[in-house]
């Protein structure tokens, strides 16, 4: 009679559960369980395999080449050869996003959430801006090889690049990464009350004044997110650079003005990587080293977004 | 609009109400500056519609039709047989699928129905984590690793370190996290008074989440899967390392042997040489391929959105 009506109610209920259990254990539940945890284990276990072998092969030429591997120049001996250009390269790509993606995907999303009042023309760019995020981002380089490279290469890239320029690499870069930056952006415009718009409306404020000081600052977490991911999609993506020439690339060090050098080959870090794998069995160590850096960076990129995402949060 | 006392109050017009015309300029320039960044998607869409048509038309218009059909890849030798490269798209998004299938809609059941809120916080960004590794790292680790470890033990024979096994479990890994991501979102906006049902007619939790809330995310589910072979299809970096881009291929189904898909065929034109704009039709063909991928993933992002609106549209 010493124990307390707490642990009785506990055992009144296991009896309850053993009776109608028959004391027999459910195999067959256990079973789906375990195979469920098993596939989520086994997902989740590919890329600590994946972590481990790039870092177990990566981390001894980094510690040996050590700050020389992020700065020297591409070449054709192992030892020689680093990600200084590639890493310049992919730097210019994210200038290119931010430049024209930034500006022009949150135009669209503001016009498609707060502006357009015709249904089918909102209808449509929905439509094509989703059809846009789903197409293969090599088809995106055949775009930037028939228009950027081929029509006008002569412009974008004269002489020695024949046509595969920096500037022809960054606008391609820039139209893939369109469509991200509309989509986050329109979300998170959409996610801001109406009742923030009608209360400054009911002020005297005009659309764009509504839009500028009260939607924008609210929904920019959500639209600073949006193009965290973009940027990190520019840095991570080869595809189509290949299609547009990163791969025969490097920087000329003797470019002279910025007109020069975007009118001029170049490469970039995702690029290097491919052309180091087609390379012999000794680039192994390269490659595995250029993989850090551009996981590395990646990574960062990532886990910033996915704090912001969550720490600015709300609910309305 | 002000009015004097002792007069009649002057009449209010709409004039008044619209406010300094400077205010009214700047407005309607606004206005057409977000819509002509608006029209941009549009724009760029139909300049990929007609740069992808009008190079496939100058390949179809010279090229000997009989070749599409022959047994090889060799667009160097003119040899274009645009359907070992279909074929080997297909098989290498089918092993892609047999591996992210299983895995990502595991997941995604696990992660909404057994799942402590506090796995499902750690374990959701990891996930993102992994959708966000770069396709080229996942096709070296598949060429290195994989192709070693996996596939050489279960193919019978001496196998090439190449081949279209390891790039489509490549693939396969690849698009887990988006299969897993879509599914999960769709069982996990089904509402839980169905669950409630369920448990108060005595079910088990492996009998509601397989047989109730399954079924009731049926939609999103399919739709996670179509978007997954969606993306397997336009997957180009993991095969163009790991099955090896050579630039041809003979027409194969022994996932074991070395093979061509419509990207890495694509890549391989681009970086073969520098001359793809030479006379020959291997640049025209490279916007031939182009364009039958483009139809592919077009025709099946538009059937998973379709899938798509079908959940909304139920709850």
Known sequence: MASTPRTQALTAADVVRRSIEGGRVDWRSAAVEALLVGLLVLTLGVLAWLLVVVFVNGI????????????????????????????????WLMGFVALLSFPLGIGEAVYLAEYARAPWF???????????????????????????????????????????????????????????????SAEALRAVPGSIREAAFGVGATRWEVVRSHVLPYAAPGIFTGTILSMARAFGETAPLILVGAVIGGFNVKYESVLETLQGRYTALPTTVYDWARKPQDFAGNVYAAIIVLIGVLLVVNALAIYLRYRFERRW | MTATSGQHPARLTIGDLRGSSSRRRRELAVRLVFLAAASLSIVISALIILSLIGEAWSFISQVDLTLLVERGWFPRRDLYSIHTIVTGTLLVAAIGMLVAAPLGLGAAIYLSEYASARVRRIVKPV???LAGIPSVVLGYFALQVLSPTIVDPSCAGPTQAYN?????????????????????DAMYAVPSSL??????????KRTTSLRIVFPA????????????????????MVVSIAAGATGGSLFTLNPCEPGQTMTAAMTALATGSDQVRGASLAFPSLFFVGLVLFGFTLALNLVADRFVRRVRIRY
């Open chain 1, 60 to 91: 001894p030429v980094l510690a040996e080449r050590g700050l020389d591997f992020l700065t020297s120049p591409l070449a054709a001996r192992p030892d020689e050869a680093g990600v200084g250009q590639a890493i310049t390269g992919s730097l």
């Open chain 1, 122 to 184: 909102t209808r449509l760019v929905n439509t094509v801006v989703r059809n846009l995020a789903g197409v293969p981002s090599l088809v995106y380089g055949l775009l930037g090889l028939a228009i950027f490279v081929v029509a006008l290469g002569d412009v974008l890239g004269p002489g020695s690049a024949s046509g595969r320029s920096l500037l022809a690499g960054g606008l391609t870069m820039a139209i893939l990464v369109l469509p991200i930056v509309i989509i986050t």
């Open chain 2, 217 to 236: 995310a049926i939609s999103g589910i399919v739709a996670a899967l179509i978007l997954g072979l969606s993306r397997g299809i336009g997957e180009t």
């Open chain 2, 164 to 184: 279209m096994a390891a790039a489509g479990i490549g693939v396969g890994i690849l698009i887990t996290p988006l299969i897993a991501s879509v599914a999960e």
């Open chain 2, 195 to 204: 669950r409630e049902a369920s448990y108060g007619l005595g079910a088990r």
């Open chain 2, 127 to 129: 996930l993102e984590i």
